[in-house]
């Protein structure tokens, strides 16, 4: 067999653009690896920043300033970093598994970013200790985490149908965890979950979210179910630059006969409430009485 340059060429041309396109991270502005380190030094530093009173923002800045240093980039190159990262959610996900893992590890000390840099304007950050819950059923239907980003897929919706052994008087429990990735402005975000029932009334549950961490929303079953539906969405205006909102460890739980137990408790403090006022109300008329006639007949 002789061999054909021309179509040699040809064929190592198309195994190399095979083999980039297989790489998912081809085309990323940073690779994985350097997206984890950048994603754990952020995440520090903007626990740390959030201990400062700092109303003007400077150290805030000079934290920034000296991440920024500390990686070699500029602000436009991690801006870029986070833009390709927004499209490309797998991918996100992966770093940041990877990103928890590392936090879920002991630690002490300062914070890495802060004493590499040699900042210290800042007190050392304490990680909180991971708690275990005992395990129940997960329910949720949906991927297990989303990303939100101000310039790119802001919201998302979801329907599933409810579990046969969801009964009246149980608690549907929706979990989440929240990661905030801004350099600044306001974080907001709306959790909403709703029941439409067999009667197709609905009822529904709204939950701001502006900080980072475990989030939890509730809703009472009062009727049988027919779906539920929801929607996540980050709040804000679209031209104000990379700002992504993760959320994972999603769930959706029952908690069993609870909502009737909540009802009767709510229910007793109302007839409380009633009762006293009722009283006080019998004092005040006895007190307006003219003195010669009886009080509290």
């Not at 800045?61 to 980039?73: R, V």
Request: glycine share 6%.
């Amino acid at each position: 067999m002789t061999w054909n340059a021309p179509f040699g060429i040809l064929l190592l041309a198309l195994s190399l653009c095979l083999g980039s396109c297989r790489n998912k991270t081809a085309g990323a502005p940073v690779g994985m690896g350097q997206m984890e380190e950048l994603l754990y030094d952020y995440q520090l530093l903007q626990a740390t920043s959030n201990q400062m009173i700092d109303s003007v923002g400077v150290r805030k800045k000079l934290l920034m300033e000296a991440f920024l240093k500390k990686h070699k980039l500029t602000q436009a190159d991690f801006d870029s970093a986070l833009s390709w990262y927004a499209k490309h959610p797998e991918e996100f996900a992966k770093v940041y598994v990877a990103v928890e893992k590392r936090f879920s590890m002991p630690r002490s000390g300062a914070t890495d970013v802060l004493q590499k840099t040699g900042d210290t304007t800042a007190n050392p950050v304490k990680e909180a200790t991971p708690r275990t819950r005992t395990q129940v059923k997960n329910y949720w239907q949906g991927p297990l985490s989303y990303l939100l980003a101000m310039n790119g897929r802001r919201a998302v919706t979801f329907t599933q149908s409810p579990d046969p052994s969801l009964q009246v008087g149980d608690m549907l429990v929706w979990r989440a965890s929240t990661t905030w990735i801004y350099r600044e402005g306001l974080k907001s975000a709306s959790f909403v979950l709703s029941l439409v029932y067999d009667n197709d009334s609905v009822a529904h549950r709204t939950m701001l979210v502006s900080t980072t961490g475990g989030q939890t929303l509730t809703i009472p079953i009062e009727r049988k179910v027919k779906a539920i539906r929801g929607f996540i969405q980050q709040n804000g205006r679209a031209d104000e630059g990379v700002k992504l909102l993760y959320v994972n460890n999603i769930a959706l739980e029952v908690e069993k006969g609870v909502a009737a137990t909540i009802d009767d408790a709510a229910q007793r403090k109302a007839d409380s409430i009633a009762n006293r006022e009722r009283l006080e109300q019998r004092i005040q008329d006895s007190l307006l009485r003219p003195s010669k006639e009886p009080h509290f007949r």
